[in-house]
């Protein structure tokens, strides 16, 4: 929670929202249960319930106890996407901890994560409307839509920057967009709000995607502290390569080094990496996440004058640094 340091009455929904989701994910599995906990309590900055918080509180009908186990929700549906996500990519590690596929296996981690979507899915059903069950299920599939546009995009050197976009909008930016826009719906907010913190989430979303994606090519491992390249290893190319790849001399060097596929080394990304800050693609990158920055931001027009309102142009602001 040190994220929110500076902002104390959301530190403190946020306590609240994660002793909810502890009680609410024990099972009459022990493991289950401790592996549960473990996620919960391995931390993070838990910034879509903090969306959904914030979106509430632009509406008369805010309460803290009816929006606290929805955010505790979304949390908890984060999470089991990311559990799967380790699977997939075999990894080791998530937020400085072993992960679950690492520690427990692949068979407990994939119970692990579907346990978690089905706790996440019976804490909104308590709390929240049909029609909003409806909509979040829509999102899942989205971002479902979006692992399978990664997996058949996999070591694609021709993929365009649409569809990279398309991409992160489905797996990122849409539970961005579910988050706030449930939060609006259930404090009653007035419906150009609602349009508007759903345009927020999306763009908020995309440019909090791209802003990670730049970091395997503007910082180091010990920073981050995790490795660095590993999109470039398994195939899955980002925004700053994708722009490399479009300038005729270096690209053609880059393409001749992604054709390895698999069998690509460290040293061969290491290459690609120092490639790419050769090109223009980093600048690129980053002037097309400002883009996304500023439109969520001219969004915050529709919102009432309040200290959420203030929140959320912080948020924004500190993806430019």
């Known amino acids: ?10 530190q403190e929904i946020l306590y ?12 009459r599995k022990p493991l289950l249960t401790e592996i549960s906990l473990d996620l919960v309590e391995a931390g993070g900055k838990r910034l879509r319930p903090t969306f959904t918080i914030l979106a509430a509180q632009q509406g008369k009908a805010y309460q803290p106890d009816t929006i606290i186990p929805i955010a505790g929700a979304i949390e908890l549906l984060h999470t089991a996407t990311l559990v799967h996500d380790d699977i997939i990519d075999e990894a080791k590690f998530r937020r400085g901890k ?3 596929y690492s520690k427990w296996g692949k068979d407990m981690a994939i119970y692990t ?3 978690l979507f089905s706790r996440a899915f019976m804490m909104l059903s308590k709390k929240t409307s049909f029609n909003q069950l409806y909509y979040l299920a829509h999102g899942i599939k989205a971002i479902c839509e979006g692992e399978v546009d990664q997996h058949e995009s996999l070591y694609n050197i021709d993929i365009k920057v ?5 991409r992160i909008y489905r797996k990122t930016a849409v539970l961005f967009a579910i988050s706030t826009t449930i939060g609006a719906h259930e404090s009653k907010a007035p419906k150009k709000v609602i349009k508007a913190l759903g345009e927020i989430g999306i763009a ?9 994606d730049l ?18 290893q398994q195939g899955v190319y980002t925004l700053p390569l994708l722009y490399a790849i479009q300038e005729p001399k270096v690209g053609e060097k880059i393409k001749t080094i992604l054709q390895q596929k698999e069998i690509i080394t460290k040293g061969d990304i290491a290459t690609v990496i120092q490639l790419v800050n050769q090109t223009k693609g980093i600048a690129k990158a980053e002037s097309l996440g400002r883009r996304y920055i500023e439109r969520g931001k001219r969004n915050l027009v529709y ?16 993806l430019l640094n």
Do not use: R
């Not at 395997?216 to 590993?230: A, L, R, V």
């Open 1 to 10: 929670m040190e994220f929110w340091s500076e902002y104390p009455e959301i």
């Open 204 to 212: 908020y979303g995309i440019a909090f995607q791209i802003k990670d």
């Open 215 to 232: 970091l395997d090519y503007t910082t180091t491992e010990e920073i981050i502290g995790k490795p660095i390249g590993n999109d470039i």
């Open 98 to 100: 072993q992960s679950v």
């Open 303 to 318: 919102l009432p004058n309040t200290k959420s309102k203030k929140v959320f142009s912080d948020l924004f602001d500190q």
């Open 113 to 115: 994560g579907d346990y």
């Open 162 to 166: 649409y569809d990279y976009l398309k």
């Open 16 to 27: 609240e929202v994660e002793e909810y989701m502890k009680q609410s994910i024990v099972s």
